[in-house]
């Protein structure tokens, strides 16, 4: 497992985040992250104007673009993105205080009821 301080660039759906990764010695990389161990419902019809789902509505209110988390890659998954964790804390941009009192968003979604569990497998 690999952890870097990252910054939200968009949020796709309630499992899925576009983010600019600082890789460390000023080298940054834009990657498009799965939340790990979760599964949230689809998004159908994304292109009608005032549709979202309350999974989103969550995600963007908890991380929304321009915020600063940190994020635990685990591995890459077979559609290209990365499986990742994703801790945060709201105003904050310090990556040790992220971690000290920060939050867990993908068990965070689950535990508000936002995500189901999801290991991989069918669904």
């Known amino acids: 497992m690999f952890q870097y301080e990252a910054m939200v660039m968009r949020i796709v759906d309630g499992d899925t985040i ?4 600082d890789l460390g010695f000023k080298v940054r990389m834009q990657v498009d992250v799965r939340l790990a161990h979760i599964d949230t419902p689809e998004l159908v019809n994304y292109g009608l104007k005032g ?23 685990i591995r890459a998954e077979k559609y290209g993105r990365w499986l990742a964790e994703i ?15 920060g939050t867990n968003l993908n068990d965070e979604l689950v535990k508000k009821g936002f ?3 999801y290991e991989g497998g069918k669904k």
């Open 87 to 101: 801790y945060y804390k709201p105003g904050s941009v310090d990556r040790d205080e992220i971690l000290r009192s």
């Open 18 to 21: 576009w983010l600019d990764v």
């Open 51 to 73: 549709v979202s789902s309350p999974a989103i509505e969550y995600v963007n209110q908890c991380v929304p673009p321009g915020a600063v988390c940190v994020v635990n890659i």
């Open 115 to 117: 995500a189901k569990a």
